[in-house]
């Protein structure tokens, strides 16, 4: 049962890093003063702030977490990442994603044995 707290708490270091990576798309969008403002802004200052976050919770987890488990937790950036795009950009979600967003699911499933 403790190791599935510290899986989950690795799951939450893999959204809170997803919506780093989409604070620095935003960011990147954005048209800037200058080229130091690309790099230095609120965005993208929160979005380091919050990735070094999931990495200390990362570090945190895996003394609790199966190694063998962490691959399989980790793929669900991708699915975080297409979900939040489709939410804040407004993207298009391709069937080719729908598929390998499914698969990643269906793998998951498959391996913890739900």
């Given at each position: ?5 510290y899986?989950l ?5 893999v959204?809170?890093?997803a ?18 403002y ?12 919050l990735?070094?976050?999931a990495v ?23 699915v ?35």
């Open positions: 049962m403790q190791n599935n707290f899986a708490f690795l799951l939450l270091s959204f809170i890093s919506v780093s990576q989409i604070l620095l798309k935003k960011s990147a969008l954005e048209t800037h003063i200058s080229v130091i690309e790099y230095v802004n609120a965005k993208v200052i929160i979005a380091y702030l990735f070094f976050t200390f919770i990362d570090l945190f987890a895996l003394r609790y977490v199966s190694v063998s488990l962490v691959p399989v937790i980790e793929t669900t950036s991708y975080f990442v297409i979900a939040m795009s489709k939410i804040v950009f407004k993207e298009k979600i391709t069937p080719l994603q729908l598929v390998g967003m499914g698969l990643i699911i269906v793998g998951i499933v498959i391996f913890i044995g739900v």
